[in-house]
């Protein structure tokens, strides 16, 4: 059994920032891809950001410039430094990642979610 669990969402003003962390844990053997996406109300699921286990990253152009992902692999974790936010940001923010289980199963696992409102 493998889970995903994010933390970190709140209530921001426009401007201000927050950082995102989202930790696995149970039956990993090796965690390759970990990376964000975001559902704001009525809208569908959106790439934001990934890291490789390497380190290589890629975002969506709309947070370029003001996110930033990493990654601690000693610790199974992957954060998300959101700066400059405006209300367009507001979402629920998903954890992803790709897991490979002890029995050498490889799957992609998401998190429960955190929100991250801005609003003045």
């Known amino acids: 059994q493998v889970q995903l669990v994010e933390s970190g969402g709140g209530l921001v003003q426009p401007g201000g920032s927050l950082k995102l962390s989202c930790v696995a844990s149970g039956n990993i053997f090796r965690i390759n891809d970990m990376g964000w996406y975001r559902q704001a109300p009525g809208k569908e699921r959106d790439f934001v950001a990934d890291i490789t286990s390497g380190g290589r990253t890629t975002y969506a152009d709309s947070v370029k410039g003001r996110f930033t992902i990493s990654r601690d692999n000693a610790k199974n974790t992957v954060y998300l430094q959101v700066n400059s936010l405006k209300p367009e940001d507001t979402a629920v923010y998903y954890c992803?990642?790709?897991?490979?289980?002890?029995?050498?199963?490889?799957?992609?696992?998401w998190g429960q979610g955190t929100q991250v409102t801005v609003s003045s």
């Open positions: 992803s990642a790709r897991i490979q289980r002890m029995d050498l199963l490889v799957n992609n696992y």
